[in-house]
C-alpha cells in the first residue's frame, strides 16, 4: 500500500512553478524524478525536491495540473504542508503574472510588498 498522498492545486504551468520554488529559496531538480517515499516507494514527478531525512516532495502532472506529491508522515519542512502549499501558489501566481504579461509587452513599473503577504504589481506597456 503507498504512503504517497496527492494534493490538488491550481498549478498548470511547470516554467512559472520552477520559478516560483527558485524565488522561495527552494532546492528543486527537474523531472522526470523519482520522488522516495516509505519502504523505497517511488513516483515519478516532473518537480523533486529533495529532504533531509531521505524522503522526498514532488509536483507531479495529473493531466490537468501539477499536484503535490509526498509521504506526509515524513514532511520535513519549516512550513506546514497547507502553509507550503499556499506559499507556492501566490509566488507561482505572481511569476504566471508577470510571464503572461511579458508576452503581452508589459513591463513592472512599481511593486509593493504587503505587510499582508500579498504583492502590490503595477505594470506598464508604451504603445509605439
Known sequence: MSHF??????????????SALTDLGVDWKPGPQAVRGYRGQTQTAEVAIEQDNGYDIGF???????ELVADLQYWKQTLTVDGFISQVTQR?????????????????????QNQDGSIRVVLQRWNG
Do not use: M, P
Not at 5 to 18: E, G, H, M
Open 5 to 18: 498522498s496527492q494534493i490538488k492545486t491550481q498549478i498548470r504551468d511547470l516554467t512559472s512553478l520552477q
Open 60 to 66: 507531479k502532472w495529473n493531466g490537468q495540473e501539477y
Open 92 to 112: 507561482y501566481a505572481y511569476c504566471t503574472v508577470l510571464n503572461e504579461t511579458a508576452k503581452q509587452g508589459f513591463q513592472v513599473s512599481e511593486q509593493q
